[in-house]
């Protein structure tokens, strides 16, 4: 089983900050890494595909990077409506995973 | 557009199988290359994948869980189901349906119903 080691597990930030979240994998994955936003009492929303690409209807100020085992979910310019826990998923290889998650508030 | 339900009992006792189901709307879960799965939360906890189905019937589950999981397919009623069996306190969470779409060799979670909770008590 492949794990997901996310960082930090929680952030306290101000909106119009800058939030950079990583996400490890215990072994190489490729590109089969995804992000979700999930708001208190709220069911996941896809976020960002294959590590970069973008999802239509999500804010530009959401991106994505990387591949192999290293990659980074960067919300550029916090706004207040993105206090919530974010997960990275890996569907590499079966079972898939997903990181702990890191939960973001808003100061 | 396509929406996910998850219905089923809300209280399960210790040791007997919890059953889910999981109603598509807005489109048939036979058309598209898609999988269907089903993804469980504890309660201030985080995802965990149980399993999924394609509409041909073919199955994967997570080992965790898979000498305890069914997962089937309804095309008829526009649905796919999840058995768990011999539940303990430990399978209380909510429960997540979800729509695996892909364009290459992996898998996102595009679509999620609202989500169930299932409370393992006697």
């Known amino acids: 089983e492949i794990v997901l080691t996310q960082s930090p597990d929680f952030q306290s930030v101000t909106p119009k900050e800058k939030v950079t979240i990583t996400c490890r994998a215990s072994?190489?994955?490729?590109?089969?890494l995804h992000w979700y936003q999930q708001k208190a009492d709220q069911s996941p929303k896809l976020l960002i595909k294959?590590?970069?690409k973008s999802i239509s209807g999500v804010p530009s100020r959401f991106s994505g990077s990387g591949s192999g085992t290293d990659f980074t979910l960067t919300i550029n310019s916090l706004e207040a409506e993105d206090g919530a826990t974010y997960y990275c998923?890996?569907?590499?290889?079966?079972?898939?995973?997903f990181g702990q998650g890191t939960k973001v508030e808003i100061k | 557009q396509v929406q996910l339900q998850e219905s089923g009992p809300g209280l399960v006792k210790p040791s007997q199988t919890l059953s889910l189901t999981c109603t598509v709307s807005?489109?048939?879960?036979?058309?598209?290359?898609?999988?269907w799965s089903w993804i469980r939360q504890p309660a201030g906890k985080g995802l965990e994948w149980i399993g999924r189905i394609y509409t041909s019937g073919s199955t994967n589950y997570n080992p965790s869980l898979k000498s305890r999981v069914t997962i089937s397919v309804d095309t008829s009623k526009n649905q796919f189901s999840l058995n768990l069996s011999s539940v303990t306190a430990a399978d209380t969470a909510v429960y997540y349906c979800?729509?695996?779409?892909?364009?290459?060799?992996?898998?996102?979670?595009?679509?999620w119903g609202r989500g169930t909770l299932v409370t393992v008590s006697s």
């Open positions: 294959y590590a970069s």
């Open positions: 072994q190489s994955i490729g590109s089969g």
């Open positions: 998923h890996q569907s590499s290889s079966l079972p898939q995973t």
């Open positions: 807005g489109g048939s879960i036979g058309s598209g290359s898609y999988y």
């Open positions: 979800a729509r695996d779409s892909g364009e290459g060799p992996y898998w996102y979670f595009d679509l």
